[in-house]
């Protein structure tokens, strides 16, 4: 009896020339312990598994999303197709996270799932051959669907990096032009202030004048008064 119960003994793809095809599997763990389980590929240039490795907890289920290239019918015949997916599971202790320690144990014995791949097109249906024996080796999914994510995550990170330089690029160009408009409104408050106190030290030098001139005259006029005084004395009292 095998430990994890599929969905479907298959997978079936709907064919495109084009863009990759896509299918879903699903995973049952009927059972009351943990399962850790792990895909691998006859060849794993053509299959994209998510997630390839994990654990499937007791009673409940994991859905697995199955990519197959477009070009994987471009080089061989119909009768030459035998690409197969292997799932391999083991039961585990509860509170294990990670379990690619578990399957990097040569001495453990594990339960070999054969996971055969139907293509369905408009006029027939391919199923891959039973021609694989019992050694063929089947290669991980685990590695190459890690180098993926980390691809994706470099890139994710590369273009986190671009936006955070971009916006701050932009948010720098933004401080620039407040402090450009600070700096021109403190020029026009010196320049109306410096206007301002030339205007009153004008005034203050017009005020100044005008003020010379009024005791210009006055000293005159009260010359005149003393000159006349005088005169009139001089007539009043003769020598």
Aim: overall charge positive; glycine content about 2%.
């Amino acid at each position: 009896m095998d430990l994890l119960r599929l969905s479907s003994n298959h997978v079936e793809f709907m064919y495109n020339k084009y863009e990759n095809m896509q299918s879903t599997i699903t995973l049952y763990n009927d059972t009351l312990t943990p399962i850790a389980y792990k895909f691998k590929a006859s060849n794993r240039n053509i299959f994209l598994v998510r997630p390839s490795l994990g654990i499937v907890q007791p009673k409940q289920n994991q859905i697995i999303n199955i990519s197959l290239h477009c070009k994987v019918l471009q080089n061989i015949s119909i009768n030459e197709f035998n690409e197969k997916l292997q799932l391999i599971s083991i039961p585990i202790f509860s509170g294990i996270q990670d379990p690619t320690p578990i399957f990097q144990d040569t001495c453990r014995s594990f339960d070999n799932q054969k996971i055969n791949i139907i293509i369905q097109s408009i006029d027939r249906k391919i199923t891959s051959q039973i021609g694989l024996s019992d050694n063929h080796i089947f290669q991980s999914l685990h590695k190459q669907n890690s180098e993926l994510e980390l691809q994706h995550n470099n890139a994710e990170q590369q273009q986190y990096q671009t936006r955070f330089q971009t916006n701050l690029c932009q948010t720098n160009s933004q401080l620039l032009q407040q402090e450009i408009a600070q700096k021109e409104q403190q020029l026009l408050n010196f320049q109306k202030t410096h206007n301002i106190s030339n205007d009153k030290q004008q005034n203050q030098q017009i005020k100044n004048s005008k003020d010379t001139i009024l005791v210009i005259m006055v000293s005159m006029l009260s010359f005149y008064i003393f000159l006349r005084y005088f005169d009139l004395i001089n007539r009043i009292i003769p020598k």
